[in-house]
T-cell receptor, first 114, second 111 residues
Framework: DAGVIQSPRHEVTEMGQEVTLRCKPI?????LFWYRQTMMRGLELLIY????????DSGMPEDRFSAKMPNASFSTLKIQPSEPRDSAVYFCASSSYGGATEAFFGQGTRLTVV | RKEVEQDPGPFNVPEGATVAFNCTYS??????FFWYRQDCRKEPKLLMSVYSSGNEDGRFTAQLNRASQYISLLIRDSKLSDSATYLCVVNGGTGGFKTIFGAGTRLFVKA
């Protein structure tokens, strides 16, 4: 298995532009998590899905952020419009059994908004 | 109060030293507990699960105290390769299966 795959690995965009981050979870995993990591705030849970359904989006910072999971093998995190304070590393992770077992992370997308 | 709190670090220790990290969590209904390791500019990876009875994996020992809502990680005979950030992770509870990470504790092991 290739593991959790995220794209792009790096993204540099101008303030105000729309940014879409992509994630392919490990096949068979029914939980998918989106995290944001910064030096100041550490690793923050933004939203998680179970069987493609969003369960808890209380970590999504603002309405500018949205996430979808149209099927079991694909999820997106969109920021529109982007702002410089959105600059961070965004990780996607997947797991089975609700996280009672290991969560596997993608390599992350390093987003820079200028 | 954060849901998961860890020692801020950084910890600077010589090779061969024993070092301990602590973590507290606020949700008493939490169900699963883990320690993850994150190397610089890499993704977090599972180091070990934490069980109520305590568990050991080579030089690493993890303990869970549910009454005090406290988790610990002990590293014996530190190696240079142990230098990383160690993340305390808590999962589950009344809020569902949220997997919450602590901010991490940085460890530097020096020769």
């Amino acid at each position: 298995d290739a593991g959790v795959i995220q794209s792009p690995r790096h993204e540099v965009t101008e303030m105000g532009q729309e940014v879409t981050l992509r994630c392919k979870p490990i096949s068979g995993h029914d939980y998918l998590f989106w995290y944001r990591q910064t030096m100041m705030r550490g690793l923050e849970l933004l939203i998680y899905f179970n069987n493609n359904v969003p369960i808890d989006d209380s970590g999504m910072p603002e309405d500018r952020f949205s996430a979808k999971m149209p099927n079991a093998s694909f999820s997106t995190l969109k920021i529109q419009p982007s702002e410089p304070r959105d600059s961070a590393v965004y990780f996607c992770a997947s797991s089975s059994y609700g996280g009672a077992t290991e969560a596997f992370f993608g390599q992350g997308t390093r987003l820079t908004v200028v | 109060r954060k849901e998961v709190e860890q020692d801020p670090g950084p910890f600077n220790v010589p090779e061969g030293a024993t070092v301990a990290f602590n973590c507290t969590y606020s949700n008493s209904a939490s169900q699963s507990f883990f320690w993850y390791r994150q190397d610089c500019r890499k993704e977090p990876k599972l180091l070990m699960s934490v069980y109520s009875s305590g568990n050991e994996d080579g030089r690493f020992t993890a303990q869970l105290n549910r009454a005090s809502q406290y988790i610990s990680l002990l590293i014996r005979d530190s190696k240079l390769s142990d230098s990383a950030t160690y993340l305390c992770v808590v999962n589950g509870g009344t809020g569902g299966f949220k997997t919450i990470f602590g901010a991490g504790t940085r460890l530097f092991v020096k020769a």
